[in-house]
Each structure stands twice: as C-alpha cells, then as structure tokens.
C-alpha cells in the first residue's frame, strides 16, 4: 500500500486537471485553483523537509570533518543567523514583517550580502564562460567554424561600432581561413586535391572586398537580426517544442505511474 496509494493519488490528480482543461464548468472549472492551494500547502511541508535535510547533510560533513567542512560550518550559521534575526524583528515589531521585501531586514541583507555574493559568482562565472566559448569557438570543424562565423556576425550587427569594425573583422577571418586552406595544400601530395585547396585559399581572399567592404559593412546589422530571426529562431522554436513533447510525455508516464522515480 505504500506504492499504491500515491500512485492512486497521482493518477488522479493528473486526470482530473487533464479533464479540467476540456470541460471549463463546476465541477472541473474550478479544480485547477483547489489543487493550486494544495499544492502550496505541500509545497510549505517539503519546505521543512528540504531545510532538516539541508541541515543534516551539512552536519555529516561537519561530524566527518570533510574537506568542505567550513564551508558546511558558514552555511549553518548562516541559515541560524537568518533565522534568529527575523524571530527578533518579529518580537520587536510585530506590525511588520521581517521578510517582506520592503522591510529593513531584507533590503540590508539584499544590497550587503546577496548582491556582492551574485556579483562575486558571476564575476567568477565569466571566466568559466569565456573558457567555454573559447573551446566552442575553436574552427577545428565545419559546424565550429560556422558557430565562430555566426557568432562574429551577430556581435557585430549588435554593438554600436560594429559595423564600422566588420570590414577589418571579415578580413581577419577570411585571410585565416585563407591561411588554413593554403597550409594544408602544402602537406597535401596529390595535386588534384592539393589546387582544390589552393583555390579555395584564393576564393577566401578574392571575396574579402565584396563581401567584408562591400555587402557586410552596409547590411550587417540586418543580417545579423536575419540570423537572430531566423535560424536561431527555428532552433529555439524546435528546442521548445522538444521539451514541451518531453513534458508531455513525462507527465503521461507520471500519471499512468510508469515513471516512479519520484517516489524514492
């Protein structure tokens, strides 16, 4: 019965909201905001048991004296202190609530504590971005280079002196490609292979002048949003229709009580 009755229950629940949707009238109009105040009555308990095992998982490192210990250690107090300050200020004024975003707890928490620590990660998380980018963006392969392409078109169209600088960029980047294309036609012995290369090292840098002084530096920004619009668009749009059918599935699964990994 352990297994069955939450099964039950979910089955249910997920029915009943389904069958909401396609019948807007008492008895099934109203179902949606009924399961909503439960949802946030459960919501409250898993609270509480989110913070016994947030509190008992960061204990066990304290008591096992890991690596991370004092990390654990600031974290407890942290938690305590928080709490501790805002039961005081409810003593102290109970006409105000101590953790609403206009009292004088939250905003001095907010700007002297949760700010400098946000801006502190993602200063720190730059540097893990810009290490990522500069894998992504490496042109060892044709998808890359059409990510490294890309991305220098859209920068480009997007900051105020880009198209100003987009002849010099385009040029750079053609006369790389150039360069790539010429030195591997060196280790290359087969010669018809070896002009294909060669030519289209001459194509890349024939093409600087129509293409980076003449067609870019007029439409860049126009083709950057084309490139915004359009392609990226698409992929978005089919990224989230992926993960609205896998939503769907899921959730299919969770009702019909073949996914049962929540109940571990």
Known sequence: MKKEIPLAITFI???LLVLALFIPHKPFGNLEEIF???????????????ID???????GKIRRKEKD???????ILSFFLTLLWGVIEIIRTPEHNPFSPSSTFSRYFYNSIFVPLQSTMFAILSFFIASAAYRAFRAKEFNSALLLVSAVIVMLGRIPLGQGAAPYVITIIFLIFAWYFYSEAVGITETRIKLIYILVAILFVVLIYPIGWVYLRQHIPSFSDWLMNVPQMAGKRGIMIGIALGGIAMSIRIILGIERTYMK
């Open 69 to 75: 210990a004092p990390y654990a250690l600031i974290l």
């Open 53 to 59: 095992s947030l509190l008992g998982y960061n204990f």
């Open 13 to 15: 629940s997920g029915f």
């Open 36 to 50: 909503n105040d439960w949802y946030i009555i459960v919501s409250g308990f898993t609270m509480l048991l989110g």
